[in-house]
C-alpha cells in the first residue's frame, strides 16, 4: 500500500462522511449523527486524530443545522479534547455561545481563537483571521 492510499479506518471515515451527506440530502439527519458519533469513537479509539477533528467538525455543522446548539457545543468540546487550539472549533463555541446569547463566554472563545491564529501556524490563518475579525471586529481587546 502506497503513502497516499487511505488505511482501513481511513476508507470507513470516507465512507461515513459519504453516507452521513446522503442521509443529511434525505432529513434524515438523526441517523447521519448517529453514524458520526460511532466513527468519532472508532477514530478516538485508533488515535485517527486529524478524522476525530473532521467528524467533530462535519456533525456539528449537521447539529447547527438542525439548530441543536447543545449538540454543537458538544462536538466542539470534543474537537478541543483533541486539538485544544483548534481555530475551527474555538469560532464555533464562539458562535454556538453568541446563539444561545452567552455573549461573555462567546469572547472568551472568540478571544481564544484570535490568540491561537495570531501566535501559531496554522496554514489558513489568513483566511480564518479575516473570518473571525469580520464576526468579531474587537476580539483583540478581549
Request: net charge neutral.
Amino acid at each position: 500500500m502506497s503513502g497516499s492510499e487511505p488505511n482501513k479506518y481511513q476508507r470507513q471515515f470516507i465512507d461515513v462522511m459519504n453516507a452521513s451527506i446522503q442521509l443529511m440530502r434525505r432529513d434524515e439527519n438523526e441517523e447521519a449523527l448517529h453514524l458520526l458519533d460511532e466513527a468519532i469513537a472508532t477514530a478516538t479509539a485508533q488515535k485517527e486524530n486529524v478524522w476525530v477533528l473532521t467528524l467533530c467538525h462535519h456533525a456539528a455543522v449537521i447539529s447547527n443545522f438542525q439548530g441543536n446548539l447543545p449538540r454543537v457545543t458538544q462536538y466542539y468540546k470534543r474537537s478541543l479534547a483533541t486539538n485544544p487550539d483548534n481555530p475551527r472549533a474555538l469560532a464555533g463555541l464562539a458562535d454556538a455561545a453568541k446563539q444561545r446569547g452567552e455573549l461573555e463566554l462567546a469572547r472568551q472563545y472568540a478571544g481564544r481563537c484570535y490568540k491561537v491564529l495570531t501566535e501559531g501556524n496554522d496554514l489558513l490563518k489568513k483566511e480564518r483571521l479575516e473570518m473571525l475579525l469580520a464576526e468579531w471586529p474587537y476580539v483583540a481587546q478581549y
